[in-house]
């Protein structure tokens, strides 16, 4: 009896761990999708007068991560080449995060825009 519970408790298992591993594969592709799409919003003149930043978009660990870096991304942005084209670089990455994030931190609608 105890070899059927193990054997079913390693179907189950792995199937699941299956499934997590091809999410967690997914998602992996979009950090490095995202990634890039914050490098090249910094483009070189960004990444040489920033190094940090691009170090840390280039190093950072997870989305959450990134996410987190889009408002250091901002003040770059908009030292280099004015607040709208780096309102509108940070939106268009923003947009690379839907469906990766938790609901809880993503980006509302401001009523003010509306």
């Given at each position: 009896?105890?070899?059927?519970?193990?054997?079913?408790?390693?179907?189950?298992h792995?199937?699941?761990?299956?499934?997590?591993?091809?999410?967690?594969?997914?998602?992996?592709?979009?950090?490095?999708?995202?990634?890039?799409a914050?490098?090249?919003?910094?483009?070189?003149?960004?990444?040489?007068?920033?190094?940090?930043?691009?170090?840390?978009?280039?190093?950072?660990?997870?989305?959450?991560?990134?996410?987190?870096?889009?408002?250091?991304?901002?003040?770059?942005?908009?030292?280099?080449?004015?607040?709208?084209?780096?309102?509108?670089?940070?939106?268009?990455?923003?947009?690379?995060?839907?469906?990766?994030?938790?609901?809880?931190?993503?980006?509302?609608?401001?009523?003010?825009?509306?």
């Open positions: 009896m105890r070899w059927m519970t193990k054997n079913l408790f390693g179907t189950v792995g199937a699941l761990g299956g499934m997590l591993s091809d999410n967690a594969a997914r998602a992996g592709s979009r950090v490095e999708e995202i990634r890039q914050m490098l090249e919003s910094l483009g070189d003149s960004g990444r040489s007068a920033f190094p940090a930043i691009e170090r840390r978009v280039r190093f950072a660990s997870d989305v959450q991560g990134l996410w987190y870096l889009r408002g250091e991304m901002m003040e770059a942005l908009s030292s280099l080449q004015g607040e709208y084209m780096a309102r509108r670089k940070i939106d268009e990455v923003s947009t690379l995060f839907r469906g990766v994030l938790p609901s809880s931190m993503s980006s509302r609608q401001s009523r003010l825009s509306a």
